[in-house]
């Protein structure tokens, strides 16, 4: 792989200190493995690389192993040893870069996956996208790798031609490669057929939202405050559980101490 590529785009970014555990939603993450696809679309500031972040730290282990080994083969949980992660970014929108990026971040997890990809995206004269993608596909459905890919931030790209590129990929996915996609709006991407077929798992802003409990600790972290529930009710209703919020909030309390 070349290395005029930003590696830092192909790692997860460290949660913060201030990070709250949101076990109901890493639980609906695990259970919508065995589909093709995991969507988390929200506006900004909802928290979605956050909760990625968050689940990919968990490592699969204890209880929550135990209790995902009924749906899932245990090496398709998510581990940070089998999760490729490719943050997205304007530039992206080169469906060349984008393919070149999307070959690199699964190569973190399998570095024999897309040789012959890479090797075809290098030639002055490359076959056509399809046959790229059909050589990568049939590469990964023979590997007994299972990888979970994230695109982070897909909202950037506005670029049909990597639309396209993926909607071939989705449609072909093999068992072993499920991916999530973190945006602010929905993709072009075949979303009604996926939902109809059961392919689909989504998270948007109404499930990323605080609840009442998870906004009295999160104000707890930023601000070492006490809150009263009636004053942390008021704030819940006045963001709408919505996380920047709660945390200018939470900076404007801070200074008033």
Known sequence: MSGNLLQTKLYAPRLRPSFIPRPHLITKLNQGLHRKLTL????????????????ISQKGEGRREKEEKKILPSSFLPHPSNVAWLSLDEQD???TRFLTYFLAALQTVAPELGQQAVAA???????????????????IATSATA????????HLLESPPVDQALTFLLEHLPPLLHLVIT???DPPLPLPRLRVRGQLTELRAAD?????????VFLHKITGLNLSPTDVAALEKRTEGWIAGLQLAALSMQGAR
């Not at 988390?40 to 689940?55: Q, V, Y």
């Not at 490359?126 to 596909?137: A, G, H, M, Y």
């Not at 990888?147 to 897909?154: E, H, R």
């Not at 990323?208 to 009295?216: H, P, V």
């Open 93 to 95: 929108g080169d469906l």
């Open 183 to 185: 945006t602010r709006e």
């Open 208 to 216: 990323l939202r605080f609840t009442a409990a998870e906004t009295a």
């Open 40 to 55: 988390i679309s929200a506006p900004a500031g909802f928290g979605k690389t956050t909760l990625i972040s968050e689940w």
């Open 121 to 139: 995206l290098q030639n002055p004269q490359p076959p056509p996208t399809e046959s790229i993608l059909t050589t990568l596909l049939n590469e």
């Open 147 to 154: 990888i979970i890919l994230v695109l982070d931030d897909y």
